[in-house]
């Protein structure tokens, strides 16, 4: 058996829905790429290369026709705006002239790629003051790859810092500016990035020691689950900035805030753990099974999850018909125990008493130690 390779795509989908896993990464159903994936995609390379191309004006270079020909794109938040925009735009493009299908868009309703990409200007006007703020991380999509077992987990780490000695990653959103609770606290991703920094310091000491975690390595070799708890993790809300400005409720701005603290402890790589032993066994056993609620309706997945409704009369359940149910079932067909006693209560002078009709039945089950009482 070969390893199981992970990637945070693929520990995301096994951690939201059976199906929704099985579907895309084990039986690889056709299914549409939604537009979140590729303003997901496009937000991660315009906070990737932020400061590659933020410069001073003059560092800023046009041709006669006005288009900038410099490494520099932008110096304010007007500029870094516009140049979104025409990014968005020129992706759009690019992606409609793809000749592979599969990576292709597919846009929602007509005009909606205008239509987010007025959106994406809006979201990089406001988010540009707040990511200077930040200030240039130490470290951007800094790439892990490490065996645990018969797994191999693989992924970057968007942003990592160190502010006073403490060492920060960042994990930057776009899509809806808020997140939930159970999302800040136990989202596998964000202790993946844990996991996948401390296997980077144990493989490279010059790394290790920029982040000051080189006395740790040590530890990392006698501790099993290769986690930094002391790590700060810090989910960055690109949306919320653009989000404030739409909304005149203070009470709304608080409750959206732009930086979400989390931190992770090593449970939460056992949960991981424990996650993909139970998704694992369940494929290996084809119990495998759609989890319909609420959240089916924004899933990847959706139709193909639909279509394995009609597959499961193909594969009935082991039900011989209507008799098996206790409503529709005989007397000595239903089962026999202690819990269970077809008792008839039959009124008399004395009392209540009980009786079966059947006194067959009735020494049948009493030679099985069947209790009856009266109530």
Known sequence: MGLLEYSFSKLDDANYCLMR??????????HPNPPYFFKGDFFHDITEHFWDRIGSSSEIRRNKKGKIVSKKKYSSAEEFA??????????????KNSK???RKVDWERPGQEFLMGKQARDISYHVFDHLIELGKPLYQEIKFDFVIGHRRFKGRIDAIRTIDGKVIIDDFKSGRPWIGQMKISHDPQMSMYNVGLAALCF????????????????QFKEDPTYLVEEVENRFIMLEAPAYWANVKSKEKIEEVPFIHLTNRKKEHFYEILKMLDGVEKSIKQRIIYPERGRKCDSCVMKKPCEARLEQSSLEPYQIKGQFVFDYSSPIYALP???????????????GIAASDPNQ???????SRKSIIQAP
């Open 21 to 30: 896993y099985y579907l895309r990464w084990i039986e690889r159903a056709a």
């Open 82 to 95: 516009d140049y979104a925009h025409r990014q968005w735009m020129h992706k759009v493009i690019q992606n």
């Open 100 to 102: 592979d299908p599969k």
């Open 203 to 218: 493989n490279d000491e010059n790394f290790a020691a920029s982040l000051g975690l080189n006395g740790r390595r040590q």
């Open 336 to 350: 026999l125990t202690k819990d269970y006693a077809a008792t008839v209560y039959i009124p008399t002078k004395e």
């Open 360 to 366: 067959e039945m009735l020494d049948f089950k009493r």
